[in-house]
């Protein structure tokens, strides 16, 4: 299946929640989430109430595009999650943490996961001091990412920070805006993740 390339306001509209998939344009008033909260298409308004099975699935679909996983990838990060030590649902939100684009985007280098899946393909990232241009890139404790020294002076990155630079830092992750530099402190716990994502209905629609 293709990356999906329409209008990712729908996407917020059909979860019927902000996934904040445009970056600021999400916390404005002229957000399509806010001004039509209703489903895209022609039965939008007429919302039936979800089996068991469809809220599995809408929380599946949900996680895919907060950060930005085709269904293939996401069956991978399921699989993986569900080999390592653990709880699968968190070592499956862990997995998805720990990509090099939502990294980037935590950091504050991104106004959206979109723009940071951007500046990594657009060879603007490297981890320990080499280019990295694989946004699925899995980080680890102690990498340290940073923006290239030909790109610093970028307009681009003065832009971003002007949004991003009251965002808040998770605490697994150092972040120095200044320099456009990050390092891995650790492998993040359930509890440092805000993602709004029901990690247990995921597990149960893979188990079935």
């Known amino acids: ?31 399509p989430v806010s001004k039509r909260p209703t489903a895209p298409g022609q039965h ?19 996680a895919k595009r907060i950060y930005g996983v085709l269904e293939k990838q996401f069956r991978m990060y399921f699989d993986e999650a569900n080999r390592i030590k653990g709880i699968t649902g968190e070592n499956l939100l862990k997995l998805l943490e720990l990509r090099l684009d939502n990294v980037v985007y935590r950091m504050g280098l991104g106004r959206s996961r979109t723009e940071a899946r951007q500046v990594v393909r657009h060879n603007l990232i490297t981890v320990n001091g080499k280019k990295v241009n694989i ?62 994502v029901r990690e247990t209905l995921i597990v149960e629609l893979y188990s079935k």
Request: charge should be positive; aromatic fraction near 6%; include cysteine.
């Open 1 to 31: 299946m293709a990356r999906y390339i329409g209008p990712v306001c729908r996407l917020c509209r059909r979860e019927g929640e902000k996934l904040f998939l445009k970056g600021e344009k999400c916390a404005k008033n002229s957000c």
């Open 44 to 62: 939008g308004t007429s919302r039936k109430k979800l089996s068991e099975y469809g809220q599995q699935l809408r929380e599946k679909q949900k």
């Open 135 to 196: 946004p699925s890139y899995q980080v680890k404790i102690g990498d340290v990412i940073q923006v290239r020294d030909k790109s610093r002076s970028l307009d681009r990155f003065k832009e971003i920070l002007a949004v991003t630079d009251r965002r808040a830092i998770p605490e697994w992750l150092s972040s120095d805006q200044g320099e456009l530099k990050g390092i891995i402190n650790a492998i993040p716990t359930r509890e440092q993740i805000t993602t709004d």
